[in-house]
């Protein structure tokens, strides 16, 4: 006995070859399309694992510390090459050394950059020793600024550079001396007062460079 075809509900009438292929064709679209959105659903909460694993997951550690500059033990190579003292600030607690190294070129410059160590002091001051120059050497790295006047810091004469704004942005200031055949110089961005201090503190060490002479 053969089948009768289904009548469907809101036609009222079976279906005809081609409402059944669009009825199924349909249903596969949204079959599809329902595939897609669980997939991409799916691959966002990867994602999401993912990039909670590498942010909560990996170890991060603590910044490296900087290890401390011996600016002693460099300065005595710095002697032994230049057959000369060189200078070593008394670092005290107030500053810190930023870098220390033996600068070659026609002029050889022992080269000293101190930094403030609390974090709410700003500025710094750079100790340039000159071999074999004089006040003739500093305009050199002060943009071309010859000194403007003199000052006297624990009997010995210094030469006063005022910079201000007309020099270097980072250098506003600079105080130099003859120590023998060397020319000492001190600049950066620290007040006159700051920088008078510092030179005061190498105060014995400059009489020892010409004692040495």
Same mark, same amino acid.
Do not use: H
């Given at each position: 006995?053969?089948?009768?075809?289904?009548?469907?509900?809101g036609?009222?009438?079976?279906?005809? =070859?081609?409402?059944?292929?669009?009825?199924?064709?349909? #249903?596969?679209?949204?079959?599809?399309?329902s595939?897609? &959105?669980?997939n991409?659903?799916?691959?966002? @909460?990867?994602?999401?694992?993912?990039?909670?694993?590498?942010? &909560?997951?990996?170890?991060?550690?603590t /910044?490296?510390?900087?290890?401390?500059?011996? *600016?002693?033990?460099?300065?005595?190579?710095?002697?032994?090459?230049?057959?000369?003292?060189? %200078?070593?600030?008394d670092?005290?607690?107030?500053w810190? *050394?930023?870098? =220390?190294?033996?600068?070659?070129?026609?002029?050889? *410059?022992?080269? @000293?950059?101190?930094? /403030?160590a609390?974090?709410?002091?700003?500025?710094?001051?750079?100790?340039?020793?000159?071999?074999?120059?004089?006040v003739?050497? =500093? /305009?050199? *790295? %002060?943009?071309?600024?010859?000194?403007?006047?003199?000052?006297?810091?624990?009997?010995?004469?210094?030469?006063v &550079?005022?910079?201000?704004?007309?020099?270097?942005?980072?250098?506003?200031?600079?105080?130099?001396?003859?120590?023998?055949?060397?020319?000492?110089? %001190?600049?950066?961005?620290?007040?006159?007062?700051s920088?008078?201090? %510092?030179? #005061? #503190?190498?105060?014995?060490?400059?009489?020892?460079?010409?004692?040495?002479?």
């Amino acid at each position: 006995m053969s089948r009768q075809p289904t009548v469907v509900a809101g036609l009222g009438r079976p279906e005809t =070859a081609q409402e059944t292929a669009d009825r199924k064709a349909e #249903s596969s679209r949204v079959y599809r399309s329902s595939q897609t &959105f669980r997939n991409l659903i799916a691959a966002l @909460i990867v994602t999401v694992a993912v990039v909670a694993v590498v942010v &909560f997951g990996v170890p991060r550690g603590t /910044p490296v510390t900087a290890p401390e500059i011996d *600016v002693a033990a460099i300065a005595a190579d710095v002697e032994t090459s230049m057959q000369r003292p060189a %200078l070593v600030p008394d670092t005290d607690d107030f500053w810190r *050394v930023n870098a =220390a190294q033996l600068d070659g070129g026609a002029v050889p *410059v022992w080269d @000293i950059t101190l930094a /403030p160590a609390a974090d709410d002091e700003r500025g710094f001051i750079r100790i340039a020793q000159a071999f074999g120059a004089d006040v003739s050497w =500093a /305009p050199q *790295v %002060l943009g071309g600024k010859a000194p403007t006047d003199t000052t006297t810091i624990d009997g010995r004469e210094w030469d006063v &550079f005022e910079l201000g704004s007309g020099g270097d942005a980072n250098i506003t200031y600079a105080l130099g001396t003859q120590a023998g055949p060397d020319y000492v110089l %001190l600049y950066g961005s620290r007040s006159a007062d700051s920088t008078a201090e %510092l030179a #005061s #503190s190498l105060s014995a060490q400059l009489n020892d460079l010409e004692e040495a002479e």
